[in-house]
């Protein structure tokens, strides 16, 4: 019913920039907050990036100053700048978003299937 699909992951040495980007399709009615979290290996699955429906973000204090999150709500997508990529970003990275689609009075949480970053020279 809703997909999310992410893109833009891959291999990087230390101090390059890389974007990703995540499209949400499907039976959309609206979109609420969306954002990117991240898992190590081995790790937790951790908040990276927020952007709430009207702007407002927030960071892990990880990543402030060296990324920002953005949205494009006409093509449903979130994007996540990151610069100056250090080797302990390396992780994969799931989008997500808080979907109300056209049947449901309610906005749920979905998730895409990751993409892998790593950061190694």
């Known amino acids: 019913q809703v997909q999310l699909v992410e893109s833009g992951g891959g291999l990087v040495q230390p101090g390059e920039s890389l974007r990703l980007s995540c499209a949400a399709s499907?039976?959309?009615?609206?979109?609420?907050?969306m954002g990117w979290y991240r898992q190590a290996p081995g790790k937790e699955r951790k908040l990276v990036a927020i952007?709430?429906?009207?702007?407002?973000?927030n960071y892990a204090e990880s990543v402030k100053g060296r990324s920002t999150i953005t949205r494009d709500d006409a093509k449903n997508t979130v994007y996540l700048q990151m610069n100056n990529l250090k080797p302990e970003d390396t992780a994969v990275y799931y989008c997500?978003?808080?979907?109300?689609?056209?049947?449901?009075?309610?906005?749920?949480?979905?998730w895409g299937k990751g993409t892998l970053v790593t950061v190694s020279s």
């Open positions: 499907g039976r959309i009615f609206s979109i609420n907050a």
């Open positions: 997500y978003a808080e979907i109300r689609t056209q049947s449901s009075t309610y906005a749920w949480t979905y």
């Open positions: 952007i709430t429906r009207g702007g407002g973000t």
